[in-house]
């Protein structure tokens, strides 16, 4: 059972109505889509322009823009590791690897069994406290080696 | 009496367990029958302390930390919960009397003054505490006289270009009244090592409500948006709180405080894209496009959000204005030296034994800060270099350590101050690396809209890894410096034209990790 539910045309145009007030209302929109849909599929382009009254290349290349917007579905859980430079000071380069070796996938994918998707991120603002990590939302820090088994072991749950 | 205990909401306290402890205490004393009020606190800015739990006995507050869950019953043991004298609580983890910690003493702090002593959210708490005075102040003044009290505390941008932000407020002023004018807060706090604006927006989120409010009624614009990062949740969620508390009370909506203004506000967050914390990209983001540079001018005081006056400034610029307003312009501008005026609240971050936020008077030297204050490395290796200011920084070697932080002093090293957050290497980091990594981060961050950051930051990062592989190491390196000058001043934001910092302060200070032993280049760093 995905924790998401299935992209539809009906619910993005809804999506779309109650964000259309605003100034500006692509970000919170997409933001809004993603968490419905738990990604922001490519079959929501067109509507959105349509719905916005912009070019299908506008809606696009903002969706390409952004990091956070994901293309395709995620795995089951989202493990995410700071690759910043407060967290490389405190060693979370041998961290990356080590979970790499584990969940037997590079950073930025996910495991094949569809569990696990394993991400780095650009600091969580968590710098005295490295390295970091976040896990389904929830952050965590002091990352060591024991404690990234546990995560690990989390996320393989 | 109900017992108040104080665990942080920080999220770098969350991040160490602080929900747990919280959770952990409060069934401890339903267990005793013990009536306690836990109270979410902002961090006191220890953060190798946190989770630094605080128990108040008659107005004085003691603390406790790093407390894990597992601590809880030991604490609760040593007579936390009940109304014992605290001199009688004898706990390892046990700090003693919390203003009376030296990394506390020693600091001044003027915006982070609440933080980590009141509740957040609590807007009660906030006016109790001094909150909303600076605002009362500003209400009984003409708008160019606010824009000249913060002209005159000589505060200058926090997030990192130092521009004057008096100056800023004067030009959306001065822009003909009846159009919409915008105040955007950049809560795009995105340099490693940084967590300042992280700490304020979830520890004393009216702050900034307030700094906002002002800076409207200041330059006549009735709107504010605070741009925050997506991955401060814990912040967006005190934002919130704040924002909703202040409308309800009527210190947001058609009329501030009763007066004829009227302020609203809104948080939107970003997505991911680093290069949304410069001031035009972040304007595109937040109308809804990528998050292309705009060229300057027009300046965003003069066409900024859709096209109008708006003033952006830093969370911690915007913090400031309270007290500026509050204690007058002369009280803030009294710290500091040079054209550096006021106090900066300093980010002590990486490898380093007592990290946390630190807010100072500039002046002090790069040394006091990380020997002294920061203690050393966690590791216990000796330092090799200290990066200030972000990845977009430069780093330091031990023979800069006297240089005093202000923004021109740095400059003057071919450094910068940034955003003010330091972090520490050990002797284990190879310089060569953090400047591949430089090269490597600006390549996936850069907008794409001009050719020395696009280009230039990619060829960068393979010329690093011939120069690694020890390829023909002195054309290659001579290709370096070629590229970082010309993305030095060909680059349209501090993206492309910041990137060279890292990296030949890297090269000059570290040449042997270059494989380029004993020449040291200092005209290289021009």
């Known amino acids: 059972m995905s924790r998401f539910e299935p992209w539809s045309e009906e619910r993005t145009v809804e999506i779309v109505a109650d964000h259309k007030g605003l100034e500006g209302p692509l970000m919170p929109i997409l933001h809004a889509l993603q968490e419905a849909f738990g990604h922001v599929p490519e079959e929501a382009t067109p509507v959105l322009a349509r719905e916005l009254n912009l070019s299908r290349a506008e809606v696009h290349g903002v969706i390409t823009f952004y990091h956070d917007f994901r293309h395709q579905l995620p795995g089951k859980h989202i493990l995410k590791l700071c690759r910043a430079e407060a967290c490389q000071s405190m060693g979370c380069e041998k961290l990356v690897e080590r979970a790499e070796s584990r969940l037997g996938v590079e950073c930025g994918n996910t495991t094949p069994d569809g569990r696990v998707t394993f991400e780095a991120v650009y600091c969580l603002g968590l710098c005295a406290t490295a390295p970091s990590a976040m896990i389904d939302g929830r952050i965590v820090g002091r990352v060591d080696a024991n404690r990234l088994d546990q995560l690990l072991k989390e996320a393989q749950s | ?526």
């Open chain 2, 1 to 526: 009496m109900t017992l108040r205990i104080f665990v942080p909401r920080d999220a770098a306290a969350v991040a160490c367990g602080a929900d747990e402890v919280a959770t952990a205490l409060g069934a401890a004393a339903k267990k005793a029958g013990v009536q306690v009020q836990i109270v979410r606190n902002g961090s006191r800015g220890m953060l190798w302390l946190e989770p630094l739990v605080e128990i108040e006995r008659e107005g004085v507050r003691y603390g406790f930390g790093p407390v894990a869950p597992s601590d809880v019953e030991s604490l609760v043991k040593a007579g936390i919960l009940q109304g014992k004298p605290v001199d009688q609580i004898k706990h390892p983890l046990s700090i003693g009397v919390v203003d009376d910690h030296p990394y506390l003493k020693r600091q001044t702090r003027l915006t982070f003054a609440r933080c980590g002593i009141t509740d957040p959210v609590s807007l009660e708490d906030y006016r109790a505490h001094d909150g909303y005075k600076g605002l009362e102040r500003a209400l009984a003044m003409k708008p160019i006289e606010i824009v000249d009290e913060v002209a005159k505390s000589g505060l200058r941008g926090r997030g990192g270009a130092g521009f004057p932000t008096g100056i800023k407020w004067k030009t959306v002023h001065d822009t003909p009244m009846g159009q919409q004018k915008y105040i955007v807060c950049n809560a795009d706090e995105g340099d490693s090592g940084t967590f300042a604006d992280r700490m304020i927006m979830e520890g004393d989120p009216f702050l900034l409500v307030e700094g906002m409010t002002i800076a409207g009624i200041a330059v006549g614009a009735t709107r504010g948006y605070i741009y925050l990062r997506s991955e401060y949740p814990h912040a967006a969620i005190a934002l919130n709180a704040a924002i909703d508390a202040a409308k309800a009370a009527g210190y947001l909506g058609s009329s501030v405080a009763g007066s004829q203004h009227a302020f609203e506000l809104e948080v939107r967050i970003g997505a991911g894209a680093y290069v949304c914390g410069e001031e035009t990209s972040l304007l595109e983001s937040l109308e809804g496009r990528r998050g292309l540079v705009r060229a300057k001018p027009p300046l965003p005081a003069h066409k900024g959000l859709f096209g109008q006056p708006t003033v952006i400034n830093n969370v911690l610029s915007l913090c400031a204005v309270p007290f500026v307003l509050a204690e007058g312009a002369k009280a803030y501008a009294d710290y500091g030296m040079g054209r550096s005026r006021g106090t900066m609240p300093i980010q002590l971050a990486g490898n380093l034994k007592f990290g946390g936020l630190f807010e100072t008077a500039f002046g002090i030297t790069l040394g006091e800060l990380v020997d002294d204050i920061g203690g050393g490395t966690l590791s216990g290796r000796p330092v090799k270099a200290v990066q200030v200011g972000g990845p977009l920084g430069a780093y330091f070697p031990r023979g800069l350590f006297d240089t005093p932080f202000d923004y021109e002093a740095f400059a003057a090293r071919d450094g910068l101050i940034g955003h003010a957050g330091i972090v520490v290497f050990d002797e284990t980091a190879n310089m060569a690396k953090m400047a591949r990594f430089a090269f490597e981060f600006c390549s996936v961050e850069s907008c794409g809209k001009c050719t020395p950051c696009r280009i230039g930051s990619t060829r960068g990062r393979e010329t690093m890894d011939k120069v690694m592989a020890g390829v023909d190491t002195a054309a290659n390196l001579a290709v370096i410096e070629d590229l970082c000058n010309t993305m030095k001043f060909g680059s349209l934001c501090a993206l492309g034209g910041f990137t060279p910092y890292p990296v030949m302060s890297a090269l000059t200070h570290f040449p042997e990790d270059f494989g380029r032993p004993g020449k040291k280049l200092a005209e290289a760093a021009e």
